[in-house]
């Protein structure tokens, strides 16, 4: 089993930055990918980017040359460095844990983004 904690969420303008933090406990060492979505209000969660154990990484379109996912060098830590942020990523962002056995989902933290 596997617990996940999402912070860095919070209010920012248009143009401006956050970095998202999932931290991650349990069974770590059984995760094969992180994966980060987020739901707008009244909208369709979607999927954002993902990151494997190996370290290969894919984005949704709609992020891509915007957001980065990364891996903490202590590997129970996976970032969303958000740059150029649009009004229209505001969304509860959360992250999944995935493993052979099924998903495991973070709280979520919110971000919102004024224009």
């Known amino acids: 089993q596997v617990q996940l904690v999402e912070s860095g969420g919070g209010l920012v303008q248009a143009g401006g930055s956050l970095r998202l933090s999932c931290r991650a406990s349990?069974?770590?060492?059984?995760?094969?990918?992180m994966v980060w979505y987020r739901q707008p209000p009244e909208k369709e969660r979607e999927f954002i980017a993902r990151i494997t154990t190996g370290g290969s990484t894919n984005y949704a379109d709609s992020v891509k040359g915007r957001f980065t996912i990364s891996r903490g060098n202590a590997k129970n830590t996976v970032y969303l460095q958000m740059n150029s942020l649009k009004p229209e990523d505001t969304a509860v962002y959360c992250c999944?844990?995935?493993?052979?056995?099924?998903?495991?989902w973070g709280q979520g933290t919110q971000v919102t983004v004024s224009s």
């Open positions: 999944t844990a995935r493993m052979s056995i099924g998903n495991y």
């Open positions: 349990g069974s770590i060492s059984s995760i094969n990918a």
